[in-house]
C-alpha cells in the first residue's frame, strides 16, 4: 500500500468547521449554564481596598460577585497569573478584581459594568528602556536556556575588525490574537471536574487545575475538541479555566467564562517589546570574526517570563568570537509570554537586518554574505548539527526569485510614485521533540482507535497523525480514527515551540508498532480488541547531543510610496529545510500564514503603552491591526527535501514557527533596498518611512 | 425583560422569551437559539466571524440588536442550502482548497463569500477581495481563502 505520509490531504475536520457544526470551548450547551464576566482594575499599581457588590446582587439575574474576599482558596502554583483573586493586590492595569456571574452573560456584563472598586493606587512604572535602572539577568531565559553566552573575546574582536555595524534594533510588544477568545466552560460532577477549554494543550491546562484546586489526576479532564487558533497565547493554563472552575464550585452551577477580545491584551500574554543592540565585526570579504547581541525585554511583577531573543545568534553564523545577553526588568504591565517563534523572531529581525548592513558595508551579496559565515558546527557551543541546510534554501530561494537579475544600488528603481526594492533574511527554528502517550486500539471491524491528547490548533495535526497512523498500521485513513483534545488520554506535548508533530508523531508510530507486533503475537485481532500504549520519555531521554534545527531563506519584494510612506509586499518566498513534510496542504498554509504573520509584524502590528494610564492603548482590532487580506498579495512557500535520521522515526522537525523567522528583515531589508533607509525599528510604519 | 419576540432564521420561526432589549444577534443565536456556528471574535464589527445574511444583506450579527432583526429573514452558517449533496460549493471549495485552518474564522467567511456568489456568479479577483474585506483570518494567509471563492464560482457553473 502507497503511504498517505507527504501527501496533499484535505483537513479531516474541514465539513465540520465549513458547516459551524465544530464546537467550541464557548459552544457547549449544557443544562444549568451560567456565565462570569470578569472584571478588571484600572490601576497598573497598587490594592483593591474595597468591592461593593450589594447594587450588583440586586440586578436581575446576578447569582454572584467573586473577589479576594470570598473566592474559594486556592493551592500554590509557581505561575501568579493564575492565582487569581486570592489577593488585593493590583500588579498591572487590566487584572482580574472580580468576577460576576450571572444567569445570561449579558446580566453578568451590566452587573459587571457599573461595579464599584476602590483603590488605593501606587505609582506605577511600565516603560521599557535600555537604561532602566532595575535591568537585571534572568536565571535562564524561556524555556530553559543559558541567559548570557560568550565565546572568545568579542571586544578584541570587534577592536582588530576591518568593518564593523553597531546599531540598535527595537520591535514593540505584540499581542497574539488568535480568532478564538480564550474561552472555558467548567462543570463538575461530585468531586470531578470537567472543563472544555480553549488551549493549545490540555495536559498542561490539566496538570494546572489538578494542583490549583488540589484534586487527583483523574478528578479533572480537560477537553479542546477544537480549537480557534493560540499563537502561543493557549499555551498553557490561562486565568479563565481558573475562573470558571472556581465559580462552578461555588455556585454548584456549570460556569462559562469567554473573555472579550479586549481582554486578550490583559490576560493571556503577548510578545515582549525588545531593544537590541548588535555588533558585527568582519573582515573585508565580510567574513565574522565577532558578533554580539545585547537585548534588553521585560516581563512583569507576578511571574518572570524572560524571551530568549538572542539564541537566534547562538546557531546562526560561524564567528570565532560570539557573545549573547538578555537583561530584564519586571514592570506593573501584565505578563509577556510566547508569542509565535518566541525568541527567534524578534531575534532574527535584529540579527537578519545587521546582517544586511553589513554586506553593504563589505560590498558583498547578501546571499552571498551567509554563504562564507556558513558554520560546520554550532557556533556557541560546537555540538554538530543533525542537518543543515540553509545554503541549499538560499540557493533554491534566490534561483525562484530571479535573485542575479538584482541591482544591489538602494533607492534606484521607480515607477511612477513607488519605490521598488527586494531583501533577503534567514531563518531557523529549533526542531525538538516532548516526551508523549498514546494508545492504539484494533476494532474488530479491522478499523483502529488512536488516543492521544494532542491539539490541533488549526495546525492540522489532527490530519496529519491519522496519516501517519494510517501509513504504520498499513490501511487506508478512513480506517483509522483519531481522537484527540482529552485529558483522558494521558499526558502529552502541547501544540507549541514546533514540537507537536515531532512529539505526538513519535509516540503514534510507536503504538502503532506495538499494536502491530501484538496482533503478529496473538496471531490476529482477538473478538475484544486489542489496545497498545507507548511513551516516548525513554526515548526522547537516549536522544544523541546533537543540534537540531529547521532552517530557511526568506525573500521579499516591496513598493514604497514615496508620497504617503506606504509599504506594499507584492511579493514573499520562504524556502524552507524543515525536514519531512507529513500534508503539503497544511504545511503549505502553515508556512504562508507564519509568513504572513511576519508581514503583519514588519508592517502593522504594535501595541502602544499608554504611560499614564499604564495600559495598552489600542486594545481592540480597531486599534491593533493584524494584516487583512488587501495587506497580503503573493506568498509563496516551498521546502526542500530534507532526510534527517537524528530527529525523530518520522524525520519532522516541525513549521509552526519558521515561516515567521525573518519576514520582517527580509522586508526591512528590501525596504531599504528601494529607499536607501534603514529601518531598524518595528513596525515599519509610514511616518517611519517618511521620517527616517 | 422585553416582550416576547419571533426571530426568522433558516426559514425557520425562533420565540425568544425573557430577553434582554440590548442582546445582539449573535448573542440571541448563539445563547438562546442554540446557533454557534457564527463566532464571536471581536464584538466591534471588525472580525466577520459572526457574518450573518439579514434580508439579503451581509451583515455581522454582533452589530445588530436582535429585536431589530423581527420579521427579517436570517440566514446563518447553519442555513446554508447546498444545491446537492451534504453541502455547498462554497463550503467543498473550502475544504478542497485548504482554506480552512482553525476554523473559528470559517463560517463567517462561508457565509460572505456565499453571499457573493449568490450577487455576482464570477467575481473577479478583486470582486472577492472586497467580498471578504470585513472577515479576519490570522491563520491562513487568506491565499487559499481567495482560491477557494474561486474554485466555487466555477463549480457553480459547471453544475
Known amino acids: 500500500m502507497s503511504g498517505t505520509v507527504g501527501a496533499p490531504v484535505s483537513r479531516i475536520e474541514g465539513l465540520s468547521k465549513v458547516t459551524g457544526e465544530a464546537r467550541y470551548a464557548a459552544d457547549f450547551p449544557l443544562a444549568g449554564l451560567a456565565h462570569g464576566w470578569i472584571v478588571q482594575s484600572t490601576i497598573a499599581r497598587g490594592r483593591v481596598e474595597s468591592v461593593d457588590a450589594g447594587a450588583a446582587l440586586q440586578m436581575p439575574g446576578v447569582l454572584a460577585v467573586v473577589t479576594a474576599t470570598n473566592a474559594m482558596r486556592l493551592q500554590d502554583v509557581d505561575d501568579g497569573e493564575l492565582l487569581v483573586l486570592q489577593d488585593q493586590q493590583v500588579h498591572y492595569r487590566g487584572q482580574t478584581v472580580a468576577l460576576v456571574v450571572g444567569d445570561t452573560l449579558e446580566q453578568a456584563r451590566a452587573a459587571a459594568d457599573g461595579l464599584p472598586v476602590e483603590y488605593q493606587a501606587e505609582p506605577h512604572d511600565v516603560l521599557l528602556s535600555a537604561s532602566h535602572p532595575r535591568l537585571f539577568a534572568p536565571d535562564h531565559v524561556n524555556p530553559n536556556l543559558p541567559t548570557d553566552t560568550l565565546t572568545g573575546d568579542v571586544e578584541a574582536g570587534l577592536a582588530g575588525a576591518a568593518v564593523t555595524v553597531d546599531h540598535t534594533y527595537s520591535t514593540p510588544a505584540e499581542h497574539n490574537n488568535p480568532m478564538e477568545p480564550h474561552a472555558t466552560t467548567a462543570f463538575w460532577d461530585g468531586d470531578r471536574l470537567t472543563v472544555y477549554d480553549s488551549n493549545q494543550g490540555a495536559t498542561r491546562v490539566h496538570q494546572a487545575l489538578v494542583r490549583l484546586f488540589g484534586l487527583e489526576d483523574s478528578a479533572v479532564r480537560v477537553v479542546s475538541e477544537h480549537v480557534g487558533g493560540g499563537f502561543g497565547s493557549k499555551g498553557g493554563a490561562r486565568s479563565q479555566a481558573v475562573l470558571a472552575a472556581m465559580a462552578a464550585r461555588m455556585l454548584g452551577r456549570p460556569i462559562r467564562v469567554v473573555l472579550s477580545r479586549k481582554q486578550l491584551f490583559s490576560l493571556v500574554g503577548y510578545r515582549t517589546p525588545t531593544i537590541q543592540r548588535v555588533r558585527l565585526g568582519s573582515d573585508r570579504g565580510g567574513r565574522l570574526v565577532a558578533l554580539d547581541h545585547q537585548v534588553v525585554e521585560q516581563t512583569s511583577t507576578v511571574y518572570e517570563f524572560a524571551e530568549q531573543t538572542a539564541v537566534f545568534s547562538r546557531v546562526m553564523y560561524a564567528t570565532p568570537n560570539l557573545s549573547t545577553s538578555h537583561r530584564l526588568v519586571a514592570l506593573d504591565v501584565p505578563t509577556p509570554r510566547w508569542m509565535r517563534a518566541p525568541g527567534e523572531a524578534p531575534g532574527s529581525f535584529a540579527v537578519e537586518s545587521a546582517m544586511d548592513e553589513l554586506a553593504e558595508a563589505c560590498g558583498v551579496d547578501p546571499i552571498e554574505l551567509r554563504i562564507r559565515n556558513e558554520p560546520v558546527t554550532e557556533p556557541e557551543g560546537g555540538r554538530p548539527f543533525s542537518s543543515r541546510n540553509l545554503i541549499a534554501c538560499l540557493r533554491e530561494g534566490a534561483s525562484r526569485f530571479r535573485w542575479a537579475e538584482r541591482d544591489p544600488r538602494p533607492g534606484t528603481r521607480r515607477d511612477g510614485q513607488w519605490l521598488m526594492g527586494t531583501g533577503v533574511a534567514a531563518s531557523t527554528y529549533p526542531a525538538r521533540s516532548a516526551p508523549s502517550t498514546a494508545s492504539v486500539s484494533a476494532q474488530e471491524d479491522g478499523s483502529f482507535i488512536v488516543r492521544l491528547t494532542a491539539a490541533d490548533i488549526g495546525t492540522g495535526a489532527r490530519t496529519a497523525l491519522t496519516q501517519v497512523a494510517a501509513d504504520e498500521l498499513q490501511v487506508p485513513m478512513d480506517k483509522v480514527e483519531v481522537r484527540i483534545g482529552d485529558s483522558d488520554f494521558g499526558p502529552a506535548m502541547i501544540a507549541g515551540g514546533s514540537m507537536g508533530m515531532a512529539s505526538w508523531g513519535w509516540v503514534v508510530v510507536k503504538a502503532c508498532r506495538q499494536l502491530i507486533a501484538d496482533i503478529d503475537r496473538c496471531g490476529g485481532v482477538p473478538d475484544d480488541g486489542l489496545v497498545a500504549r507507548a511513551d516516548t520519555a525513554d526515548d526522547i531521554a537516549a536522544q544523541a547531543d546533537l543540534v537540531r534545527h529547521s532552517f530557511g531563506a526568506q525573500f521579499a519584494e516591496v513598493r514604497v510610496d514615496v508620497d504617503t510612506g506606504e509599504i506594499r509586499v507584492p511579493r514573499l518566498l520562504g524556502v524552507f529545510a524543515a525536514g519531512r513534510i507529513v500534508n503539503a496542504k497544511t504545511a503549505r498554509s502553515q508556512l504562508i500564514g507564519g509568513m504572513t504573520m511576519g508581514l503583519s509584524m514588519a508592517l502593522f502590528e504594535e501595541s502602544l503603552m499608554d504611560a499614564e494610564f499604564g495600559d495598552y492603548l489600542n486594545h481592540d482590532f480597531a486599534g491593533y491591526h493584524i494584516a487583512a487580506n488587501a495587506d497580503v498579495q503573493r506568498i509563496d512557500a516551498t521546502w526542500i527535501d530534507e532526510e534527517d535520521d537524528q530527529l525523530n522515526p518520522l524525520g519532522v522537525k516541525g513549521i509552526g514557527e519558521i515561516g515567521i523567522v525573518g519576514t520582517a528583515a527580509a522586508i526591512a531589508n528590501a525596504v531599504y533596498h528601494a529607499t536607501g533607509q534603514r529601518q531598524r525599528h518595528l513596525p515599519i510604519r509610514p511616518d517611519r518611512v517618511l521620517s527616517p | ?159
Open chain 2, 1 to 159: 425583560m422585553t416582550d416576547p419576540y419571533s426571530l426568522t432564521v433558516n426559514g425557520t420561526d425562533h420565540q425568544v422569551v425573557d430577553a434582554w432589549l440590548g442582546e445582539s444577534l449573535l448573542y440571541v443565536l448563539r445563547e438562546r437559539l442554540g446557533l454557534p456556528g457564527s463566532k464571536a471574535g471581536c464584538e466591534q464589527g471588525e472580525c466577520g466571524s459572526c457574518s450573518v445574511i439579514v434580508d439579503g444583506s451581509l451583515e455581522c450579527a454582533c452589530l445588530i440588536l436582535a429585536a431589530a432583526a423581527v420579521g427579517c429573514d436570517i440566514t446563518t452558517v447553519e442555513g446554508l442550502q447546498p444545491g446537492r449533496g451534504d453541502f455547498t460549493t462554497v463550503q467543498e471549495a473550502f475544504i478542497a482548497e485548504g482554506a480552512v485552518q482553525c476554523g473559528f474564522c470559517t463560517p463567517g467567511l462561508v457565509v460572505a463569500l456565499t453571499d457573493l456568489l449568490a450577487r455576482v456568479p464570477h467575481p473577479s479577483d478583486l470582486e472577492v477581495r472586497e467580498a471578504i474585506s470585513g472577515n479576519l483570518c490570522r491563520c491562513t494567509g487568506y491565499g487559499r481563502i481567495l482560491a477557494a471563492a474561486q474554485a466555487a464560482a466555477k463549480a457553480a457553473s459547471d453544475e
